[in-house]
């Protein structure tokens, strides 16, 4: 058996509702034009999972995993159900990752990620691949800084995620700032997506409780991204587990009607990695 190879089935029942319908709607209407508000949702998951390279010791649950430096490719295909053990839509998801670490020598590591999908089907927007956001003050891999949870929501997405980490390639060369052992990096992260006639007209005509528009479908179909640079490594003796990034993002504004709350053009963000 390859360690390095994996596959994995899910089988999942789940109920899915807004936990504030007067603030966020996931209202919609179905194939007859009547107005729902919860989907159950019945699904499927086989999934891939090949890391060539990396390094594995041990037995059972005692495997341990060596820190070199290995790619990593996901590969998941979802299938809904309809009208089985009460699945109300039918659809295909299909996504995909793929991760490569790249020494650059003296340079450093280049920590590069992409990742896309597809939905097959005309599916409500609980069901749909939203540009995962965060929202929170600190550092969360693969996701954007500064948007808001549902700013953009796709049927079909690509993004990338870039961070280039110079270790002491330039902090070294500065006399005062060697000694702090202080670590550079910078940061490239970009969706770009879009979304079907279908699955927008589910949505129209749709308000909620307090007689707003419901989510608006708006997609990164001009590429969103966001940029920054920041400092790792800081810390005192051997505990150096904290990194701040400096974050900007490209011109974004939601569109008219939007009850999103407005995301700053700058921000910083702290991350914590006990693994430094």
Sequence with gaps: INPNFHVGVNFTRENISSASPENFSIDYLDENGTQKSGITNVTSDIYLSYTPGRFVYGLGVEQRYGRNIFPTVVVNYKRGYKDFLGGIHSYDKLQFLYKQPILLGKFGLLDATVEGG?????????????????????????????????????????????????????????????????????TFRAAYGSISNENRAINDGIVNASETPNILYNTPN????????????????????????????????????????????????IGIRPGL
């Design 222 to 269: 001009k590429l969103y991204y966001e940029y920054g640079f920041g400092i790792e490594n800081i810390g005192y003796g051997n505990l150096r587990f904290l990194r701040v990034d400096a974050i900007w993002r490209s011109n974004y504004t939601p569109p008219n009607g939007s009850i999103a709350i407005p995301t700053p053009e700058f921000a910083i963000r």
């Design 118 to 186: 597809k939905t097959f089907g005309t599916v409500p927007v609980g069901l749909l691949s939203p540009v995962p956001a965060n929202q929170s003050f600190s550092l969360v891999r693969n996701t954007f800084s500064l948007l808001n949870y549902y700013d953009f929501v796709t049927d079909t997405y690509a993004a990338t995620h870039l961070e280039h980490h110079f270790n002491g390639f330039i902090m070294n060369r500065i006399p005062l700032l060697k000694k702090l052992k202080l670590r550079s990096l910078i």
